[in-house]
């Protein structure tokens, strides 16, 4: 079974030591297959925050694990109106990695990460169909038998925000994107952006979106938390027909698990194995 790692929004720049220090901690000790990070990596996307943010993931690679990241929309700048326009990522590649869609596999794991980050949206995402076909292409050409996973930092799929009837907004052209995934056979959707930890099958919440299961992660560093938030990682062991994710959620002096979230799949669809 492998394992992985999935962080977000750790927004250097406006992040917490303490946790930092005991997140890092918690990855070399685990030693999770891959550490993904779902966008997000500084605050501003300021010269100072890359450089905290690139020597965060330096600090894990050189521990021997492997990480994968996507950009955010705060790793655009947002005051630098040219540099925004122009060069909107160059810090990005310059500190974190010239790949904006980078890809891994191993003997289990294909796993595809997607820039959704833009310049012309201060928030906003959006997938072009440049990206959809690069989707198609690189899970039609992975080993057979791995579950195929797509990373982004704006989620595809719009998730519940805990007041009654909010939702989400998706990344723009999310429609076509689904349809992209679950051509390209998408098992898994990692995403961020939101502060909220979140899994669900995708055909309990839309019809005709493939048989991904939808997996949001909170903030697992940032100090900007909102309501009763608390900074938070999941912890994914999957198989291509199981996966149980755990949340470990910062209790103030560690990072504490709760009750795994279990699915199971049947070979059309993930369905949710949570004790009653």
Excluded at 42 to 53: G, H, I, N
Excluded at 119 to 128: A, F, M
Excluded at 176 to 193: E, M, P, Q, Y
Aim: proline residues 5%.
């Amino acid at each position: 079974m492998a394992t992985i790692a999935h962080l977000s929004d750790v927004h250097f720049g406006r992040h917490d030591p303490r946790v930092v220090a005991a997140l890092e901690a918690f990855l070399h000790e685990r030693r999770p297959n891959l550490v993904v990070i779902s966008g997000d990596f500084t605050q501003r996307a300021r010269v100072s925050q890359y450089r905290l943010a690139g020597a965060f993931v330096d600090r894990i690679e050189q521990a021997g694990l492997e990480v994968l990241g996507v950009p955010g929309n705060h790793d655009v700048p947002l005051y630098d109106v040219l540099r925004r326009f122009a060069r909107p990522l160059h810090r990005y590649r310059r500190f974190i990695d010239e790949d904006l869609c980078p890809y891994w596999e191993n003997d289990e794991l294909a796993v595809l990460g997607i820039n959704t980050a833009r310049s012309l949206t201060i928030k906003d995402g959006s997938i072009s169909y440049e990206q959809m076909h690069r989707i198609r292409e690189t899970f039609m050409q992975a080993g057979e038998g791995r579950l195929r996973i797509l990373v982004t930092h704006h989620p595809l799929l719009a998730m519940p925000l805990g007041e009654e009837g909010a939702l989400t907004r998706v990344a723009r052209r999310s429609t076509d994107a689904l349809v992209a995934a679950a051509d390209a056979g998408v098992d898994v959707l990692l995403a961020g952006h939101f502060h909220r930890s979140f899994s669900r099958s995708a055909r309990e919440v839309v019809d005709n979106v493939g048989p991904a299961l939808v997996v949001q992660a909170g903030t697992a560093t940032s100090d900007r938390l909102r309501g009763d938030e608390m900074q938070s990682f999941n912890w994914i062991d999957a198989a291509p027909d199981s996966i149980a994710i755990t949340v470990h959620g910062w209790d103030g002096s560690r990072f504490s698990p709760g009750p795994p979230a279990r699915f199971s799949y049947d070979g059309e669809a993930w369905h949710s194995a949570r004790p009653a």
